[in-house]
């Protein structure tokens, strides 16, 4: 079943096939609570370092996954055609399948927030708690006027780029951007603009939201509206915070996260 194994940063990179793709997965800890940790567009683990960092790691057994086409689950390119994120929901739930843990918890920050609330709707029975923060279940003409500000990856500070060129390569970076961009253009024009509203209802994990109050590309609408749609959800806005809630404020992040995941 495992393809590869390798260490990176103290932890443990492994290689596994479904669904017809090698999918790289981190298992960071040994902790009873399992967790399945959603990256965002053109994610990787590093992106996760205030979690990876201070979470304890005796509580919980965190799995950050690479979606097809992102981090280290390349080959193939990213495919950015209707329904992918349906489709990487799909490969996540299979994934959990394939290391045969049947209960576990997801967390998602942004496109992985919308990924991990369609997995949620899909895996009902085997979801415990659900965590997303930084996410959206709609896209609108607005939202997309903030996106086009980002197309141009050159224009991006130094500290978002880097990291980004050194693990995919310029082109890489600045083709799967714009496919993403494009990729929402598509929704809002073909879907009303649907990313995953439909789901919503049907996600019976105690949920819980987090939002940053100045969040410069997610307008914090977006938080209220998930919040209003599904049931018992629980909302936390952090004042002053932008997109990147766990690197601005990871104590506080950690400790909110933490309370609900441990929460009976």
């Not at 991990?116 to 895996?123: E, F, G, Q, V």
């Not at 959206?136 to 996106?147: F, M, P, R």
């Not at 224009?155 to 990729?183: C, H, N």
Request: charged content about 25%.
């Amino acid at each position: 079943m495992n393809q590869q194994t390798t260490v990176t940063t103290e932890m443990n990179s492994t290689k596994i096939k479904v669904k017809g793709f090698e999918i790289n997965y981190f298992k960071i800890g040994n902790g009873p609570q399992k967790l399945l940790i959603f990256p965002g567009a053109l994610g990787q683990v590093t992106n996760f370092k205030p979690l990876t960092e201070n979470f304890d790691r005796e509580k919980y057994t965190m799995y950050i996954w690479d979606p097809p086409g992102y981090g280290l689950s390349r080959p193939p390119n990213r495919d950015f055609s209707p329904g992918f994120l349906y489709r990487d929901a799909d490969c996540a739930i299979a994934l959990m399948k394939a290391l045969c843990i049947d209960r576990y918890s997801m967390l998602g920050w942004c496109n992985g927030g919308c990924t991990a609330l369609i997995a949620a709707s899909k895996a009902a029975d085997r979801v415990e708690k659900l965590v997303v923060w930084s996410c959206n279940a709609y896209v609108t003409s607005k939202d997309l006027e903030i996106y086009e500000t980002t197309r141009d990856v050159h224009a991006w500070s130094e500290k978002r780029r880097l990291p980004q060129f050194q693990m995919y390569g310029e082109k890489y970076v600045s083709d799967t951007w714009s496919g993403w961009i494009d990729a929402f253009h598509k929704i809002l024009d073909e879907d009303d603009g649907d990313v995953c509203r439909g789901v919503l209802a049907e996600i019976k994990a105690p949920t819980l939201i987090l939002h940053g109050s100045e969040d410069e590309l997610v307008p914090i609408e977006h938080a209220v509206y998930l919040h209003d749609n599904i049931k018992g959800s629980t909302l936390e806005i952090l004042p002053d915070a932008k997109h990147i809630i766990h690197f601005m404020y990871p104590q506080k992040f950690i400790s909110i996260v933490d309370n609900f995941l441990t929460a009976i």
